[in-house]
């Protein structure tokens, strides 16, 4: 029996009942996100390219779903809004194609709407379980630091332990209309996202400015210096392209590097701490 196709801003709002259907989910096409799409049993899958990014990191989940003969699309990010599964929908215009979407008839340019019809109309079966991902939040603070430093490969991983500490995410900095008053699920003192190459309506940097409501320090790095998806390339690579005035406050700047930016970060909140 076929299942309804599911539109969603985020993968990781993918529920059991949803294996085996066809969705849109609105998260960018990096590794993390298609592996998180596989791993909940995902029969096919349209994500968003997040303006492909440093090294096309933001459709490299493509290939990872064709080796488990999931078909799998992006549509481009200045198409329509990523972190928005509804105006993905209305929108939304597919950039590239995995082999298994290729061989059910979506292709480049097409609408995600008719991709999706297309989609839920073939015979889909669950995504087999995907190689598990290394680990995807690290701690490159000291053990004993009085502010601790943690790195997510997205901001979903982000836990009651980040409040008042620096977290670093590779996660697109998008806010998802879902949850306009979750910019963060606690209150960290700065966090880091990739801006997606801002996209439609800049979308991609539109949970900066609901951090500074909350008084989180926000910025975000060019998809083009760090490979969404990636943590750690993030951390490692990732230039400041964005910030919101709570950074600014805290010292940081645009255009530095991700590792200055958290260095300022840590500095202005150990100075809070006394």
Do not use: W
């Amino acid at each position: 029996m076929r299942k309804a196709p599911v539109v969603l801003d985020s993968v990781t709002h993918l529920k059991a009942e949803h294996a085996g259907a066809a969705g849109l989910c609105a998260s960018h096409g990096g590794r993390y996100a298609a592996y998180y799409a596989a791993k909940m049993g995902i029969g096919a899958v349209i994500l968003c390219d997040a303006g492909i990014g440093r090294e096309q990191a933001g459709i490299a989940g493509l290939a990872l779903l064709e080796a488990l003969s999931v078909p799998a699309a992006t549509f481009s990010n200045r198409s329509a809004r990523i972190g928005d599964g509804q105006d993905a929908l209305a929108r939304g215009v597919l950039s590239f194609v995995n082999g298994p979407a290729a061989a059910l008839g979506l292709a480049p340019g097409m609408a995600c709407r008719e991709a999706l019809a297309k989609l839920a109309a073939a015979d889909l079966t669950a995504a087999p379980k995907p190689p598990e991902i290394a680990e995807a939040r690290v701690t490159v603070s000291a053990p004993d630091a009085k502010v601790k430093i943690f790195v997510l490969d997205s901001i979903s991983l982000v836990t009651p332990e980040d409040e008042g500490q620096i977290v670093v995410t590779a996660s697109h900095g998008a806010l998802l209309p879902t949850k306009p008053g979750e910019a963060v699920k606690y209150k960290a003192a700065a966090v880091v996202c990739n801006d997606a190459d801002r996209g439609a309506d800049d979308a991609g940097l539109s949970r900066l400015a609901a951090l500074d409501k909350v008084g989180i320090a926000g910025a975000c790095v060019s998809a083009f210096s760090a490979r969404i998806g990636d943590g750690m390339s993030s951390f490692n690579d990732g230039f400041i392209s964005a910030l919101n005035a709570t950074a600014r406050q805290m010292g940081g700047q645009m255009g530095q590097s991700c590792k200055a930016f958290v260095a300022s970060m840590v500095a202005a909140r150990s100075q809070q701490l006394g």
